[in-house]
Each structure stands twice: as C-alpha cells, then as structure tokens.
C-alpha cells in the first residue's frame, strides 16, 4: 500500500507541476504562447482561458471533493495532453516530451487516485 502511495502522489506532483508550469506560461508569456499557437493552427484566443482551466484541474485532482469534477478535470487533462503532444511532434519544436511525460503520469495519477483517495 506505501508503494502504490508513492507512485500516486509522484505521479500526481508531476502531472500537477507540468499542469501548473505550462498554465504559469500562459499567463506570463502569453505573446509567446499566442505565438505557438498560431504555428499549431489553433485560436489564440484559447490561451488564457485554457490556462485558467489548468489551474482549476489541479485544484479539483488535489481537492477531489466531487468525484464528477475530478473525473472531468482528469479528462480534460487527457485530452490537452494528446492534442499538445500532436501538436509539438508534428512541429518537430522537440518540446513534446513535456506532454509525453504527463501522459504517463495521468494512467498512475487516475487509477491509483480511485483506489487510494475515494
């Protein structure tokens, strides 16, 4: 059990720290970020309001007062982490790892969260 709690909140911390870093560069950087964006094809007008999303998704992971939220905000980060790694790798910029490393946080982060947390 103290192992499957490590890896949970391992797995947590690196899915919530890259959520937060990237949400962080939003806001910060958010000319920079427009600009990447515009290089994916994707509305500029995004970039905020995503960042807003990925700061209330680490609060609902870490809260998990409502486990209809969690399941969203889980699912959410799935979905922004797929579509960001498509869209690092077909630009060949090389900062895909970022989103690959997440993507196999959310997999431990999830299901161990269930078992350990609800």
Request: aromatic share 20%.
């Amino acid at each position: 059990m103290l192992i499957k709690k490590i890896i949970y909140w391992l797995a947590t911390a690196i899915l919530c720290g890259i959520m937060l870093y990237s949400a962080q560069m939003y806001f910060i950087n958010t000319e920079m970020v427009e600009g990447l964006f515009e290089s994916f094809n994707y509305p500029t007008y995004y970039v905020i309001p995503l960042a807003v999303l990925k700061v209330l998704g680490v609060i609902m992971i870490l809260w998990r007062k409502s486990r209809w939220l969690t399941e969203w905000a889980y699912a959410g980060f799935f979905f922004d982490l797929v579509l960001a790694y498509m869209a690092h790798h077909y630009a060949n910029d090389g900062q895909e790892i970022f989103a690959l490393i997440a993507l196999i946080a959310i997999f431990p982060s999830y299901f161990l969260g269930k078992y350990i947390r609800d």
